[in-house]
């Protein structure tokens, strides 16, 4: 069945999909967002992970401002306040919420199966089986697409090698030897969390030390915020021009950019959760994984700096390894639209609206991040996306000619 035409399908229901359309709609766009609202966040994350980002920091955003995490949880007697982290459980209690207060009707729990360009409008296709007819789509599709798994585990089966966003519920590996493979908070939170489940876990890295944010201060002079502002990427100037300049990010030479991104917050946990880790789970430092094999449980193969090879034996790896945007991946998009999309690498490249080359398709969050730098890979972008993306489809739409008399849609045009 064929729906009436819309201006904009948001294809994600996540902190940028819903952003985005609480700004669309009040802007007068015919707006839908499709999707179940936070489901990344409530089936991908491990229950009792806590959000590494502050709460100030972890705000979806409304154009009025009206809906942040803090008017959820301070009527409601939550923790919110700095130095206090959210259980993901709260949070994604705070997205639905603001779902129904900022996004309301304009929502369609229904999951995206293919989008389409059909002349001068996109198709999109729902697992319905309906097709909604559309002017501009947004691609907020949040990090599950693009999950990193080291190519040494590629020959293994799933049932004892997986990423860390296809868990959960850590409960299933109790009793098991377990190892996860990374440094980050990803690893390290899961790693305290699968023996909290009465797994044995251990950690495996390359580098030669684990690293850990430090505890926040408490009250600092005026003098000590103006030369080390907190921002919602931490503290310090770099960090504040990151998190809070993202269209200045932009302008700066794309290799230049693909560092900050690398570099920027690299493998660290919190603070917090040091104390529930240090002493408790084992940690094998300075190693690379080189293969695996699964005869009777995985035989993991890791090299260490000087070339020597030695031989790990566990029952489940879990790849805490990141995530790699790749337009390729987006299987959502039928061949042409993937095609036609320009990319700096392998992610899109995305005009000051974050428009990719397809006139009308634009990308936010995670894949934007090549372009508007390390704030996309983190809640706090949000409302620059939320708002620039706006500010792009009223200028786009308002000034377009009506689908029956327009050319057939640019597959070809340069980002400005």
């Not at 819309?6 to 709609?25: F, K, N, Q, R």
């Not at 021009?241 to 302008?251: D, K």
Request: proline content about 7%; overall charge positive.
């Amino acid at each position: 069945m064929r729906a009436p035409m819309i201006d904009v399908a948001i294809v994600g229901a996540g902190p940028y999909g819903l952003s985005v359309a609480a700004h669309a709609t009040a802007a007068g766009l015919d707006a839908r967002v499709y999707g179940r609202p936070m489901e990344a966040w409530e089936r991908h994350m491990p229950r009792g992970m806590l959000l590494k980002s502050e709460p100030f920091a972890s705000n979806l955003a409304d154009p009025g401002g009206s809906y942040g995490l803090e008017a959820y949880c301070r009527p409601r007697g939550l923790p919110c306040a700095y130095g206090e982290p959210i259980p993901v459980e709260t949070f994604v209690d705070y997205g639905r919420w603001f779902r129904s207060q900022a996004v309301g009707d304009a929502l369609d729990s229904s999951p995206v199966t293919k989008i389409r360009a059909d002349g001068e409008l996109f198709t999109v296709e729902l697992e319905t089986g309906e097709t909604v007819p559309a002017r501009a789509v947004v691609l907020a599709l949040g990090f599950l697409p693009f999950a990193h798994r080291p190519a040494a585990l590629a020959g293994l089966p799933p049932e004892v090698a997986t990423h860390s966003s296809e868990h959960h519920d850590l409960s299933r590996f109790a009793g098991l030897d377990v190892t996860v493979v990374g440094a980050g908070q990803s690893a390290l939170e899961t790693a305290a969390l699968l023996l909290e489940e009465g797994a044995r876990p251990r950690v495996v890295a390359r580098g030669d030390a684990l690293r850990w944010n430090s505890v926040p201060g408490g009250r600092r002079s005026a003098l000590d915020r103006a030369l080390a502002p907190v921002s919602g990427l931490g503290t310090g100037w770099r960090s504040w021009v990151w998190s809070e300049l993202p269209g200045t990010v932009r302008h700066l030479p794309a290799g230049t950019r693909r560092h900050i991104v690398r570099t920027t917050l690299g493998p660290a946990g919190s603070w917090w959760l040091r104390r529930r880790f240090d002493g408790h789970v084992p940690v094998v430092l300075g190693r690379t994984l080189e293969a695996a094999a699964h005869r009777d449980g995985v035989s993991l193969t890791l090299r260490d700096g000087a070339g020597m090879r030695g031989t790990l034996r566990t029952d489940h790896v879990i790849a805490a390894t990141g995530y790699v945007v790749d337009v390729g991946r987006i299987g959502i998009l039928d061949g042409r639209l993937t095609r036609a999309i320009r990319r700096s690498g392998t992610s899109p490249r995305l005009s000051k609206n974050f428009e990719t080359s397809v006139s009308g398709l634009y990308a936010v969050g995670l894949a934007a991040a090549d372009t508007f730098g390390p704030v996309m890979r983190f809640v706090h972008g949000a409302g620059f996306a939320a708002r620039r993306v706006t500010r792009g489809l009223v200028s786009s739409l308002g000034g377009r000619p009506s689908p029956a008399a327009a050319p057939a849609r640019s597959m070809e045009h340069a980002a400005p």
